[in-house]
Nanobody, 114 residues
Framework: VQLQASGGGLVQPGGSLRLSCEAS????????MGWYRQAPGKQRELVAF???????NYADSVKGRFTISRNRAKTTVYLQMNSLEPEDTAVYYC?????????WGQGTLVTVSS
């Protein structure tokens, strides 16, 4: 099973983007789905995560601006990003936590710049 992330691009400060991440097949025993990001010269960090039960966790830096959601079949996870700031510039990776392993997407670049 592979994860395909999309939706990144160049946006001006204050703008919005919506990221999507779709699994190519069924992942057994999904425990949660999330988004991480890695800015140049920095470590990968959690942006948002939603558990199979629907509990959601956001990084403090994105609370109130980003919203994570998933489709009913739990094959796709989304990240709606509003009020984007230059500090949000990073490669965004999706992750699905399965019963026996984690699955990572290939990353999609988000650049926030005027």
């Amino acid at each position: 099973v592979q994860l395909q992330a999309s939706g990144g691009g160049l946006v001006q400060p204050g703008g919005s983007l919506r990221l999507s991440c779709e699994a190519s097949g069924t992942i057994p025993g999904i425990k949660g789905m999330g988004w991480y990001r890695q800015a140049p010269g920095k470590q990968r960090e959690l942006v948002a995560f939603i558990t199979v039960g629907g509990s959601i966790n956001y990084a403090d830096s994105v609370k109130g601006r980003f919203t994570i959601s998933r489709n009913r079949a739990k094959t796709t996870v989304y990240l709606q990003m509003n009020s984007l700031e230059p500090e949000d510039t990073a490669v965004y990776y999706c992750k699905i936590v399965g019963a026996w392993r984690d699955y990572w997407g290939q990353g999609t670049l988000v650049t926030v710049s005027s």
